[in-house]
């Protein structure tokens, strides 16, 4: 498994550089508070359950068409999702030595001190995708 390929093309919306340490960031701090999900089936039962607030998926995902049906859940559930280059970066950012193809940050009273943080990826993400 090479961690260097590129994103694959249907990996939109592709998180800036910037963003995606914001992205990083956020989600190394609500693993603390036990906020996030990962892997594809957990993050697929987080929007099931409707406990998810933003997914972040993985573009060098191989093959990428295992977590392709996650967009299309998180457009039904409105929540919003993007795509980050490195899934050995979120795989660290989740508190792992593995790698990690989707993780997903959840709506709980735990994290209410990253409420504002959230709302400014939700914001940001928006953004990208308009």
Do not use: W
């Amino acid at each position: 498994m090479s961690t260097t390929t590129t994103p694959h093309p249907k990996a939109y919306p592709l998180a800036p550089d910037d963003l995606t340490v914001t992205i990083l960031d956020l989600i190394q701090k609500a693993y603390q508070y036990k906020s996030v999900k990962r892997g594809a089936n957990e993050v697929t039962k987080a929007l099931n359950k409707g406990k998810a607030r933003v997914v972040v998926l993985s573009a060098d995902a191989t093959p990428l068409e295992i977590l392709l049906h996650i967009p299309l859940l998180c457009e039904d559930k409105n929540v919003p999702y993007i795509f980050v280059p490195s899934r050995s970066a979120l795989g660290r950012a989740c508190g792992l030595s593995r790698e990690v193809i989707a993780a997903c940050l959840l709506v709980n009273d735990r994290n209410k001190s990253l409420s504002k943080q959230m709302d400014n990826l939700q914001d940001a993400i928006e953004r990208i995708m308009v």
